[in-house]
């Protein structure tokens, strides 16, 4: 008569967050468990008792460990089918006995490349060879072998295995994700491969590989995208940054819409942009009210005041702490704030928001601790009909070194830091963008439209007599002296545009003649 095979486990990880209780509870519902070179030391450590990999093929790690799991007896118990007569044979022939459950994942490659000063060898060194083979063996085999790739997966599992064997609905989940998980690190393997290739060849590397693979994990489902009949949810880059909107935490209020989102990644770019304490206000997309000011609260009521009317119904930024003193501005009498993004709030001014304004249930309200970090310049993605579009961000380091006063006039010390901070402001705007800034802050925009002198027209428009003595900023450049006239009725003194347009000597002719003070930077800011 067979005697029935004992419960196996087959435990090797690099992330061992977790993993002790994980595997005491594994032995407590009578699991043998078998595991290699650091796992097993570890865990012997722990006091838990361990079959060597080693004990169990009868051959020996070899070659510093680069060679201990790819073995039959290994991959025989990952892969085989009690069930089935062939593959049963086998397991009686070779003294197989099958793992119901394999815990893997895999040598820290991102990490490691992702570190200051790597090199080619020791980044090929964290390659993983017999991790993705398990795991993808086991996953192929889910109906007989359950892999556990995360430590997040722990508490399931073993709540299930407390019942019953694995459900068959966890473990093609399972397997989804430790498919997921070896995709995700094969493309990273390749991408880095290729930014190697290329370094040797006359081909330049730069951000984009030949094969792009992204991979993001779902991190909520949407009510509705931008319209209530269209559906969304919104996907986190799985090593996001912290500080980043998908980084972020949301403490109170309704759940976030799509266009929530999008208003406050838009409001955390502008806010990160000051470091003197800056609100923005965002309506749409663009910022509506945007100031920097002594403390939040005088910057905040700059901003407003922009554009009040804009503001009802925004999404607000801010560089600083929440305190109290700008909250109660934020909390008068007919104001309505959708959402607002900080690095953090102040108990009181926590407490005044979801206690006294008539929004106050409703009020999203985000926290991004590490707002303030500079992120290292990366892609953005844009989809097109059948395509992907990808450019690096406009997010790279300006000076005002290579900053040209064109006109006969130069502009004064404060014209020059009112032009610093509406040029920062102007980035943002939807092309084709016009900003008029006065006493560090917004006074009005033109956003989006086909000509600039229609944009030049909303926003002196928009700003009305706080036009008088303000400073305009262009994304690109004026291609007529019209939007110059246009500026000059409404008293603009000091224009700050990247030039380079065949008009150029036109436009600086107009500013002349208007008395006004013109700096080109030689740098364009579309953002289409």
Known sequence: MDHPLPRRALVSVSDKTGLES???????LGFEIVSTGGTRHHLEEQGINVIDVSSYTGFPEIMDGRVKTLHPKIHGAILGRPDVPNDSAAIREHDIVPFELVVCNL????????????????????????????????????????????????????????????????????????FEMTARYDRAIADYAASHIAQCQTVEAGLFPKTLTLTFQRKSVLRYGENPHQQAAFYADTEMPAATLAGSRQLHGKDLSYNNLLDLDAALTIAREFSKPAAVIIKHNNPCGCAVGENLADAFQKA???????????VLGFNRTLDLPTVEQLCQQDRFIEAIIA????????EELTTRPKWKKTVRLIRCSALRENRVPSVEFRDVAGGLLVQDRDEQSETTDDWKVVTKRKPSESESHNLKFAWIVCKHVKSNAIVLAKQGSLVGVGAG???????????????????????????????????????????????????????????????????????FTGRRHFKH
């Open 22 to 28: 994980f595997v005491r509870t594994l032995v407590d």
């Open 107 to 178: 040598y820290p490659f991102e990490q490691t490349i992702a570190q200051e000063g790597v090199t080619v060898s020791e980044a090929i060194e964290q390659i993983d060879i017999g991790g993705p083979s398990m795991v993808r063996a086991a996953a192929k085999n889910h109906a007989y072998t359950g892999i556990v790739t995360h430590p997040s997966q722990y508490e399931r599992v073993q709540d299930e295995l407390r019942c019953a064997p694995l459900s068959e609905c966890l473990r093609r989940e399972l397997a989804a994700t430790a």
């Open 304 to 314: 407003y005041v922009g554009d009040p009317v804009s503001a009802f119904g925004s």
């Open 343 to 350: 690095p953090d709030y102040e108990d009181e001014s926590f």
């Open 449 to 519: 439209q086909m000509s600039r002198v229609d944009s030049t027209f909303i926003a002196t428009h928009k700003a009305g007599e706080r036009s008088h003595g303000s400073v305009l900023a262009s994304d690109a450049f004026f291609p007529f002296r019209d939007g110059i006239d246009t500026a000059a009725a409404a008293s603009v003194s000091a224009i700050i545009q990247p030039g380079g347009s065949r008009g150029d000597e036109k436009v600086i002719t107009a500013c002349n003649d208007h008395g006004i003070a013109m700096i």
